[in-house]
């Protein structure tokens, strides 16, 4: 079933939660909503499952205009960031209830609990009541309880946040086996964009309130329409660099660089830069043109095999993601490399106008 | 060290039980015993003051009389207080954080303020001398402190797991009574525990308020006075029974009643 937001927009006591959302959601597809902490990824949920009603502006689920049908009477299931079952049932009964509630036969009942358990490795719990479980054994209650009533739209709210790491890996895994076999629409939000990306399907930008751009993921991160799609979608997120091109030259700060042939046909004047932490590099390139800058490190976080180097440029901070180890003094001064064909070129309102992707002939007239 | 401070335990310990000691050392005394001089502990025990508490009519009427209208206050404060307490912990109203202060500066007023309009109030209405009489006029006072330990409970309760309830498709109703209740059940007996202490003891309304056929125990134990005298041992033994019904109740709520103390908010 397809759910389409049509102009919505949620205000509370004269505060715009969402502004103007239009989204369109294709029936079986799974669906990411990224976005910081208080871009509004619940609210939206909310407005999508009918928990809260918007202000202004239609939900449609399936063609039918649902806006002011409540949750009650739509068939869909949530899972919360925190770990929410009915402590006084047992975790049979937990995954049960919203079949009890529908009125299916006992037999049935029993059957589908079981394939719903046995699918999310509960099955061995079931007798037993939630506080006796873990936390992963907890989420995953609360998701078969959702799974189990074949909802039209199944609303994913960060399931996965309050996990320890190694278990949030594996239930991220058998999330995308689960919807890969089903026919529901889910959305699922979270504020990790490699968590978007490992779950594939389509990603939604949001920031305050505001749907940013939508598409399948891999496009969006490649293609972001904007440089606040592109700071949101990347962790760390996106370096952003003005820069000025005049003069056959292009300058940042004081630093003037010759101007690299891809960007010959830009027309004078400021830009920004784009260039995600990944493509920073510390050694000249071996092939193609890259811009040549004087930083300073101001701090080197070392992991198991790579390193994330924070350094500045004339006060700009910019962020490196280095393979392997390296072990760099705080006020090191080093010169770092751009590649001019990893890089993004955004107006300086924010739009985009070449991508790495893109060859140049989308430039500005 | 650690002696010192099982001594001071100790010692406190005694302190407090001497009274109930005593008392159940007088019921077991003749009251020429009692009477008599000091006894550490009864010469010679009776059963007899207990006989009379249990055979005579006056005696096990005013007990029965007494439960009638605690239990009739438990039930009402309860049933009033559960929507009001979830009203006050999941919605926000206009001036309702006013009205719930409101609520407890009830309890500030001593009940003797209400002495003359209850007694007058239900002399006109026909409901003097009954037990829901006293039951209702309790209701003053245990109905706020009810609505404080609920929605202090209640508020221990994620919103989303009425969402989630609502998602699965129960009604309101059904949610309220097959799954929001049973979590609160602790902050229930906690309540009832409340409202028990303060019905169970209170002797002004209960007394003001009626007159023979629904006397309550604690104004049966103050009319003892005779021509012979005042019948010591029969009052000691009313006073050990009046305390059994305080500690069956306490032993149900032993695990949560410090949480009520705290009115839920711990």
């Known amino acids: ?365 | 060290m650690h002696v010192r401070k099982s001594l001071v335990m100790l010692l406190y310990l005694v302190f407090i039980l001497v009274p109930i000691y005593w008392l159940i050392n007088m019921s077991l005394k003749s009251n020429q015993e009692i009477l008599g001089g000091l006894t550490l502990w009864p010469v010679a025990p009776t059963l007899d003051n207990y006989r009379v508490i249990f055979t005579e009519p006056s005696w096990y009427t005013s007990y029965l009389n007494s439960l009638t209208y605690v239990s009739m206050n438990m039930a009402i404060s309860l049933l009033v207080a559960l929507p009001a307490a979830y009203a006050f912990s999941r919605y926000r109203f206009l001036g309702d954080k006013h009205m719930f202060f409101w609520l407890l500066t009830n309890r500030m007023a001593p009940p003797a303020v209400f002495l003359l309009p209850f007694f007058q109030l239900y002399s006109a209405v026909g409901l003097f001398d009954t037990p829901i009489a006293v039951a209702l006029a309790h209701c003053l006072f245990n109905v706020p402190l009810a609505v404080w330990i609920l929605e202090g409970f209640m508020s221990g309760v994620p919103k989303e797991i009425d969402e989630t309830a609502y998602i699965d498709g129960y009604s309101f109703p059904r949610f309220f009574v097959f799954i929001f209740i049973p979590m609160i059940r602790p902050g229930i007996g906690v309540t009832a525990f409340f409202c028990f202490m303060f019905s169970w003891v209170e002797l002004l309304l209960a007394r003001t308020l009626t007159s023979v056929d629904a006397k309550p125990i604690v104004a049966q134990m103050t009319r003892t006075v005779s021509a012979s005298g005042i019948d010591w041992g029969v009052l000691a033994a009313a006073g050990v029974v009046a305390l059994l019904p305080g500690i069956a109740v306490i032993y149900f709520v032993r695990n949560h009643v410090a949480k009520g103390f705290a009115l839920g908010r711990v």
């Open chain 1, 1 to 365: 079933m397809s759910l389409q937001l049509e102009d919505v927009t949620l205000k509370v006591r004269g505060e715009t939660y969402i502004d103007e959302a239009n989204l369109q959601l294709d029936s079986g597809s799974f669906n990411v909503l990224l976005g910081h902490t208080l871009a509004g990824k619940t609210t939206l949920m909310r407005l999508m499952a009918g928990l809260d009603t918007p202000s202004r502006g239609r939900v449609w689920l399936g063609g039918r205009d649902m806006t002011d049908v409540p949750v009650r009477q739509r068939n869909v299931s949530m899972v919360y960031q925190q770990f929410i079952n009915y402590p006084t049932l047992s975790v049979f009964d937990n995954i049960a209830s919203p079949l009890k509630q529908a009125k299916v036969a006992r037999a049935e009942i029993q059957r589908r609990v079981e394939e719903t358990a046995h699918m999310l490795g509960i099955d061995h719990l079931l007798g037993r009541f939630p506080q006796a479980l873990s936390g992963g054994q907890q989420q995953r209650t609360a998701m078969a309880r959702a799974l189990v009533k074949d909802a039209d739209l199944v609303l994913f709210d960060e399931p996965l946040v309050n996990l320890d790491y190694k278990l949030r890996e594996s239930l991220r895994v058998e999330m995308r086996k689960l919807f890969a076999s089903r026919d529901t629409l889910a959305v699922y939000a979270t504020t990790e964009p490699a968590e978007a990306l490992a779950l594939g399907g389509t990603t939604v930008l949001l920031k305050e309130g505001r749907i940013v751009q939508s598409g399948p993921s891999g496009e969006v991160y490649r293609q972001p329409c904007n440089m606040e799609a592109a700071s949101l979608f990347g962790e760390p997120p996106i370096n952003l660099l003005a820069a000025e091109i005049a003069g056959g030259e292009c300058r940042i700060g004081r630093q003037r660089l010759p101007l690299p042939a891809a960007w010959q046909r830009l027309a004078e004047g400021h830009y920004r830069l784009g260039v995600r932490p990944h493509h920073v590099s510390l050694a000249p390139l071996a092939t193609g043109e890259a811009l040549c800058l004087p930083v300073q490190v101001r701090v080197a976080e070392i992991g198991g095999s790579e390193t994330f180097l924070h350094m500045t440029h004339d006060e700009i901070d910019l962020v490196a993601h280095l393979g392997g180890i390296h072990e760099l003094a705080v006020d090191q001064a080093l010169e770092i490399h751009l590649p001019c064909a990893e890089m993004f070129v955004f107006e300086p309102g924010g739009e985009l106008l070449l991508s790495p992707a893109l060859p140049a002939t989308a430039a500005r007239a």
